[in-house]
């Protein structure tokens, strides 16, 4: 089991956005814009600095680990018994910005599948519902 | 696979089944005795579930003596929660939101 608990896998969302990268970095950095879009929280753009994202389903905590103004944000995402890293990265393009996010994290062990399962479950039957919500 | 997804949905559709998993997801090897004390109903019908459990591939036993000692299998639900998948959708519901958000936003 220790052996599979170190494994680390990666999620990666990319999209090109029609704005400039100084007023998404605003987005990616603003505590009551963050709240917006992502999760009310108590970022500070401060390396080392703990905060917390608060969901309805719990709450993800986190430290800043990189800023580079416009160009790079990462921050630890430690969640639901798995234990990650979210890295954003801006690079500017003809268009406005290309946006990355990477979320890098460890495979679960036991007790973090379980606890991982459990939110498989809200979201499947979210899912359901909402397919269920469509389906009248 | 969704046939995996179903036996595991299906075996665990059972409150005291899940019940059953849960603690030895938590608390580690166990024997039937000891599952009994907690599980609220008989060891003949916590062995039928902990057999259940068996069949889904959710959980193993080993014989040590004249006991039976079960525990779940390290990623048994590994099916189940490729968080990868889950944190891939939740992301792109966000790039949404911001995407949303930057179109309000002031220069």
Known sequence: ?136 | MPDTHDVIFRTLVDPTRRAIFERLCRDGDQTVGALTAKAGVSQPAVSKHLGVLKQAGLVRDRHKGRQTHYSARPGALAPLIDWTSQMATFWQGKFDDLEDLLKRMDQ
């Not at chain 1, 608990?5 to 505590?31: C, G, H, M, N, Y």
């Not at chain 1, 703990?50 to 580079?68: K, M, P």
């Not at chain 1, 416009?70 to 798995?82: E, F, Q, R």
């Not at chain 1, 499947?124 to 389906?135: C, G, M, S, V």
């Open chain 1, 1 to 136: 089991m220790n052996q599979t608990s170190t494994e680390t896998r990666a999620v990666v969302v990319e999209r090109d956005i029609a704005f400039p990268p100084e007023k998404i970095w605003r987005a990616l950095t603003q505590p009551h814009l963050i709240a917006e879009w992502l999760m009310k929280n108590d970022f500070k753009p401060a390396v080392d600095h703990r905060f917390n994202f608060r969901g309805d389903w719990g709450s993800v905590d986190c430290r800043v680990l990189t800023i580079e103004p416009n160009k790079t944000l990462s921050y630890t995402w430690d969640a639901m018994g798995l234990e990650s890293v979210v890295t954003w990265t801006l690079t500017p393009t003809s268009t406005g910005t290309h946006l990355r996010m990477e979320q890098a994290g460890f495979r679960p062990d036991q007790e973090q599948a379980y606890q991982g399962a459990k939110f498989g479950w809200q979201k499947f039957f979210a899912n359901l519902e909402q397919t269920l919500a469509r389906a009248d």
